[in-house]
């Protein structure tokens, strides 16, 4: 099996293929300086029958020459079963130009790239390639680069994104139809006055302000780590490309309000042997939160969506959300949490890993499993009304054969609309996207990371 070779690369071995490789030429070339050529990155990702991969930016030069006069082609590729050299594009003219790889199979190569100059004279540089398997519904996919663990989505307008990683406590703002790195990015951890990872696992937007939480549950060891327990948000100024988010309050007393709220009411649902030292949270009666959106009509009261427990906690068990009745309270103020009577929805014996509204109180609810192995579980996407008294309706079943396991609703259309169209994106943390047994979480450069994003439509 082919290993990425850019992981068993030296810093002196990266030096040298850095190097631009020179031919003398004819004795006409004394006139003109040795081409210059650069890669906007080294490393590339892309997908087998995608559309719209990532691509890679070529700068060029020549003295002596016009830039419009070199040519700019792949010469080579170390596994032509993933890529041929003639499966390389590159457009543009001038001293910039735009290189793009379709994909042949799943795996890595190195492609090396060269400028041909005036007199003959060329230079290469070699440009790292992964590709992952094709997937279904490839023309409506797109891949978000920089981070393979999406785990929450807001739209913030203009066809833009920012999505939350639950690896890392970056937000990342991503172009919602094209594939490719964010355009910008935000670490608040300093701020906060966190030291590890928030576990951010649901956000919800209300006016400009953007609720984000953490699972509030232990890790995978069952350890406890204060962190996760954090609510926290930003503000949002401007839109599109242009959108910022600057750091509101936080507050890190929501695992314990609902866990002295279960106790108060008779543990009905088990919240403080859930969360206790020791206990895994991806159990059916474990205890963690994947799920934020506010109630109907309201800018204070939001629920809570539940990955687990289900309740009961038995198979066809039903998915639970908490109502926290005064959120708005509780980012940096010395508020504690109080709840509303809690709702259970029967999804088809699946939890909650994502709930989102619209401005018509139109509800969509991605259920999927409470257990940790996404994909071999089903998924499905359901309607709601946000009232308790409704049962939610399927809408469709999500397709579990390609790596990842669906995570987000970037925002919810129309849902009586003809043709309505919804986002959902994946996480990708622990799939091995290039058929290597490396889980994507581990992959060693942040190109080759990626989660990707659907669209489907709903009736």
């Given at each position: 099996?082919?290993?990425?070779?850019s992981?068993?690369?030296?810093?002196?071995?990266?030096?040298?293929?850095?190097?631009?490789?020179?031919?003398a030429?004819?004795?006409?070339?004394?006139?003109?300086?040795?081409?210059?050529?650069?890669?906007?990155?080294?490393?590339?990702?892309?997908a087998?029958?995608?559309?719209?991969?990532?691509?890679?930016?070529?700068?060029?030069?020549?003295?002596g020459?016009?830039?419009?006069?070199?040519?700019?082609?792949?010469?080579?590729?170390?596994?032509?079963?993933?890529?041929?050299?003639?499966?390389?594009?590159?457009?543009?003219?001038?001293?910039?130009?735009?290189?793009?790889?379709?994909?042949?199979g799943?795996?890595?190569t190195?492609?090396?790239?060269k400028?041909?100059?005036?007199?003959?004279?060329?230079?290469?540089?070699?440009?790292?390639?992964?590709?992952?398997?094709?997937?279904?519904?490839?023309?409506?996919?797109?891949?978000?680069?920089?981070?393979?663990?999406?785990?929450?989505?807001?739209?913030?307008?203009?066809?833009?994104?920012?999505?939350?990683?639950?690896?890392?406590?970056?937000?990342?703002?991503y172009?919602?139809?094209?594939?490719?790195?964010?355009?910008?990015?935000?670490?608040?951890?300093?701020?906060?006055?966190?030291?590890?990872?928030?576990?951010?696992?649901?956000?919800?937007?209300?006016?400009n302000?953007?609720?984000?939480t953490?699972s509030?549950?232990?890790?995978k060891?069952?350890?406890?780590k204060?962190?996760?327990?954090?609510?926290?948000?930003?503000?949002v100024?401007?839109?599109?490309?242009?959108?910022?988010?600057?750091?509101?309050?936080?507050?890190?007393?929501?695992?314990?309000?609902?866990?002295?709220?279960?106790?108060?009411?008779?543990?009905?649902?088990?919240?403080?042997?859930?969360?206790a030292?020791?206990?895994?949270?991806?159990?059916i009666?474990?205890?963690?939160?994947?799920?934020?959106?506010?109630?109907?009509?309201?800018?204070?009261?939001?629920?809570?969506?539940?990955r687990?427990?289900?309740?009961?906690?038995?198979?066809?068990?039903?998915?639970?959300?908490?109502?926290?009745?005064?959120?708005?309270?509780?980012?940096?103020?010395?508020?504690?949490?109080?709840?509303?009577?809690?709702?259970?929805?029967?999804?088809?014996?699946?939890?909650?890993?994502?709930i989102?509204?619209?401005?018509?109180?139109?509800?969509?609810?991605?259920?999927?499993?409470?257990?940790a192995?996404?994909?071999?579980?089903?998924?499905?996407l359901?309607?709601?009304?946000?009232?308790?008294?409704?049962?939610?309706?399927?809408?469709?079943?999500?397709?579990?054969?390609?790596?990842?396991?669906?995570?987000?609703?970037?925002?919810?259309?129309d849902?009586?609309?003809?043709?309505?169209?919804?986002?959902?994106?994946?996480?990708?943390?622990?799939?091995?996207?290039y058929?290597?047994?490396?889980?994507?979480?581990?992959?060693?450069?942040?190109?080759?990371?990626?989660?990707?994003?659907?669209?489907?439509?709903?009736?």
């Amino acid at each position: 099996m082919l290993r990425p070779r850019s992981l068993a690369l030296s810093a002196a071995a990266f030096t040298l293929a850095a190097v631009p490789v020179l031919s003398a030429g004819s004795a006409g070339a004394a006139g003109y300086g040795t081409p210059t050529i650069a890669l906007s990155a080294g490393y590339l990702s892309g997908a087998v029958g995608a559309t719209g991969d990532p691509t890679v930016t070529v700068t060029v030069a020549q003295s002596g020459a016009d830039a419009s006069a070199l040519t700019v082609a792949a010469s080579a590729s170390s596994r032509s079963s993933v890529a041929k050299a003639g499966d390389v594009t590159v457009t543009g003219s001038g001293a910039t130009r735009t290189l793009a790889v379709a994909a042949r199979g799943q795996g890595y190569t190195d492609l090396t790239v060269k400028v041909t100059g005036a007199g003959g004279r060329t230079a290469t540089r070699t440009l790292h390639y992964a590709a992952s398997a094709a997937v279904q519904h490839t023309a409506d996919s797109r891949y978000l680069t920089g981070s393979s663990d999406a785990s929450a989505a807001v739209d913030v307008g203009g066809g833009y994104v920012v999505v939350a990683d639950d690896e890392s406590n970056v937000l990342r703002l991503y172009d919602r139809n094209a594939s490719g790195a964010p355009v910008r990015t935000w670490d608040f951890s300093a701020a906060i006055g966190v030291s590890s990872e928030i576990d951010i696992e649901a956000g919800a937007r209300v006016g400009n302000t953007v609720y984000w939480t953490g699972s509030l549950g232990n890790n995978k060891d069952g350890k406890l780590k204060p962190d996760r327990s954090t609510l926290f948000t930003t503000t949002v100024t401007g839109s599109g490309a242009n959108t910022q988010l600057t750091l509101g309050g936080s507050y890190g007393g929501l695992r314990d309000d609902l866990i002295a709220w279960d106790k108060a009411n008779g543990n009905r649902y088990g919240f403080a042997a859930g969360a206790a030292a020791g206990q895994v949270p991806k159990q059916i009666d474990g205890f963690n939160v994947e799920g934020l959106e506010f109630a109907p009509g309201s800018t204070t009261a939001a629920y809570i969506g539940f990955r687990a427990p289900l309740v009961p906690p038995a198979n066809g068990g039903k998915a639970l959300l908490v109502p926290v009745t005064n959120i708005d309270r509780l980012p940096g103020g010395s508020a504690h949490a109080s709840f509303g009577p809690p709702i259970s929805l029967d999804l088809g014996g699946l939890s909650v890993r994502d709930i989102r509204k619209n401005a018509a109180d139109q509800y969509l609810i991605v259920a999927g499993s409470w257990a940790a192995d996404d994909n071999s579980d089903p998924y499905a996407l359901y309607r709601w009304t946000g009232r308790p008294a409704d049962a939610p309706v399927k809408l469709l079943d999500l397709p579990t054969s390609d790596p990842g396991g669906w995570e987000s609703v970037v925002d919810v259309p129309d849902l009586t609309a003809p043709g309505a169209r919804v986002q959902l994106i994946t996480d990708d943390g622990s799939a091995d996207l290039y058929g290597d047994g490396t889980e994507a979480k581990d992959l060693g450069h942040p190109e080759w990371k990626k989660s990707r994003s659907t669209w489907f439509t709903l009736n």
